[in-house]
Antibody
Framework: QVQLQESGPGLVKPSGTLSLICTVS?????????WTWVRQSPGKGLEWIAE???????YYNPSLKSRVTISVDKSRNQFSLKLTSLTAADTAIYYC???????????????WGQGTVVTVSS | EIVLTQSPGTLSLSPGERAALSCRAS???????LVWFQQRPGQAPRLLIY???NRATGVPERFSGSGSGTDFTLTIDRLEPEDFAIYYC?????????FGQGTTVEIK
């Protein structure tokens, strides 16, 4: 059973860079499932950040694209998120999730990490 | 970008009653890409329904999804105490996932 766990700093400074890691256990990257980052803040609710299919495609939320980088380390069963030029508006709970292929061009985020709280403040 | 509007914002019901939650899209959404989640306090969202009407693994039969085009509904028959939570719809189009703002189902 696949499980996801986010890790990273809880506090980052304005104008700085946020780096988060998602560790996948109980499974590994395959050629079908995408892997995604979502954040949740009181002001903006749930917001999709980006997702990728390992070694193939990556899609970004246009509102964040200029500041986001996603990468994968298959040897460690991890993928990561980098978000630059931070402001208070980036304060949120950050989740990683699996975007599972149910077949027939049907997809959904079926496995989520527990989330990690990130506060942007000096 | 497709905007999802959920209504009502808050639904006050008693255990055993039926809940009907609406998700309206600003443009037509393909059924394959309409999803419902449940979120309890302090927890990550939990997948309930994918492809507009398919229950995810382990989801009780009292949860059902329906709809097409721009109007989708999540129905919960006979509310159980653990069903009082926030529910979100989500859609995918043009390489972008968007979420509704959520409906809170609270105990009356």
């Amino acid at each position: 059973q696949v499980q996801l766990q986010e890790s990273g700093p809880g506090l980052v400074k304005p104008s700085g860079t946020l780096s988060l890691i998602c560790t996948v256990s109980g499974g590994s990257f395959n050629n079908k499932d995408w892997w995604t980052w979502v954040r949740q803040s009181p002001g903006k609710g749930l917001e999709w950040i980006a997702e990728f299919l390992p070694n193939e495609k990556t899609y970004y939320n246009p509102s964040l694209k200029s500041r986001v980088t996603i990468s994968v380390d298959k040897s460690r069963n991890q993928f990561s998120l980098k978000l630059t030029s931070l402001t208070a508006a980036d304060t949120a709970i950050y989740y990683c999730a699996r975007d599972h292929d149910y077949g027939g061009d049907t997809w959904a985020f079926d496995v989520w990490g527990q989330g990690t709280v990130v506060t942007v403040s000096s | 970008e497709i905007v999802l509007t959920q209504s009502p914002g808050t639904l006050s019901l008693s255990p055993g009653e039926r809940a009907a939650l609406s998700c309206r899209a600003s443009q037509s959404v393909e059924r394959n890409y309409l999803v419902w989640f449940q979120q309890r306090p302090g927890q990550a969202p939990r997948l309930l329904i994918y492809g507009a009407s398919n229950r995810a693994t382990g989801v009780p039969e009292r949860f059902s999804g329906s709809g097409s085009g721009t109007d989708f509904t999540l129905t919960i028959d006979r509310l159980e105490p653990e069903d009082f939570a926030i529910y979100y719809c989500q859609q995918y189009s043009d390489s972008l996932w968007t979420f509704g703002q959520g409906t809170t189902v609270e105990i009356k």
